[in-house]
Structures are given as structure tokens and as C-alpha cells.
């Protein structure tokens, strides 16, 4: 089976290290599949929840909620560079909920004083709480 080298790297170092068969991602063009022997790339990365189809463990499938970040791929090896990056085992479920929260209520405080750099920040403060609950249901 060919398989290609997945690595996910944050300012904290290695996130994730495993040979897949399959994986999917969001640029800002949209979803993308990418398998073994793929066109070398390089794209920017959207909050989203990573698909990845391992080819140990019968092609176990892990979810990685990525926060924004950078994609490229070479010769069968898919790095990834994001701000921030969660396996689904690795999520706190609760305190996403919490963060969800906080940052509806710090949205809708910024929307009524009209706070524009505000607003911003608490919309993506949701986004990813967003990501990390909907990853971190996937167990």
C-alpha cells in the first residue's frame, strides 16, 4: 500500500507523526484530499478538522482539530505548520465549551459597543472552539 509521512508541527514542537494513506484538509479555496505520490504543494490553512487515514492500526482514521497554518506537501511527506493543533483524543471537551462561551459572549459584548478588532478576535476565538468541540466529538 503506498503511504506518505503526515507531520504536524506548532510552536510547541511535534503535534503528530504517522504514515497515512489519505488525508483532508481546508485551504481557503476549499476542501482538499491528498494521497501518496501527490503534486508537491504548499498552501495556507484554514480552522478546520484534519482527516487523517493511518495505514497502521486497519487504516484507523485520527482527527486533529488545526488552527490556521501552512501546508506542504513533497515527495511523500505532508507537513504541516500550524498555530496550534489537537488530536481528537487529546481535546478537553469542556473546556471547549467553556471557550465557546466566553467567546460567544465576548462577540456579542463587541458587536454592541461596535469594537471591530474586537469582534474579529472573538470570532475566531469561537471558530476554533467550534473546531476543537466538533473534533473532539469524533471519539
Known amino acids: 500500500m503506498a503511504e506518505m509521512t503526515v507531520q504536524i508541527v506548532t510552536p510547541d514542537g511535534i503535534r503528530y507523526n504517522h504514515k497515512?494513506?489519505?488525508?483532508s484538509i481546508r485551504t481557503?479555496?476549499?476542501e482538499m484530499g491528498i494521497l501518496p505520490n501527490h503534486v508537491n504543494l504548499i498552501a495556507p490553512l484554514e480552522v478546520h478538522e484534519m482527516k487523517i487515514r493511518r495505514t497502521d492500526h486497519d487504516s484507523h482514521v485520527d482527527w486533529?482539530?488545526?488552527?490556521?497554518?501552512v501546508i506542504e506537501v513533497k515527495d511523500n511527506v505532508v507537513t504541516i505548520i500550524a498555530d496550534s493543533a489537537e488530536r481528537d483524543c487529546d481535546i478537553d471537551l469542556s473546556r471547549a465549551e467553556r471557550a465557546k462561551v466566553r467567546?460567544?459572549?465576548e462577540?456579542?459584548?463587541?458587536?454592541?459597543?461596535?469594537?471591530v478588532d474586537e469582534m474579529e478576535r472573538a470570532k475566531i476565538a469561537l471558530q476554533r472552539?467550534?473546531?476543537r468541540i466538533r473534533v473532539g466529538n469524533h471519539l
Do not use: M, Q, T
Open 20 to 23: 497515512a494513506s489519505f488525508i
Open 64 to 69: 486533529v482539530a488545526v488552527n490556521k497554518g
Open 107 to 115: 462577540l456579542a459584548e463587541a458587536e454592541k459597543a461596535h469594537r
Open 28 to 30: 481557503p479555496d476549499g
Open 103 to 105: 467567546a460567544e459572549k
Open 129 to 131: 472552539a467550534i473546531n
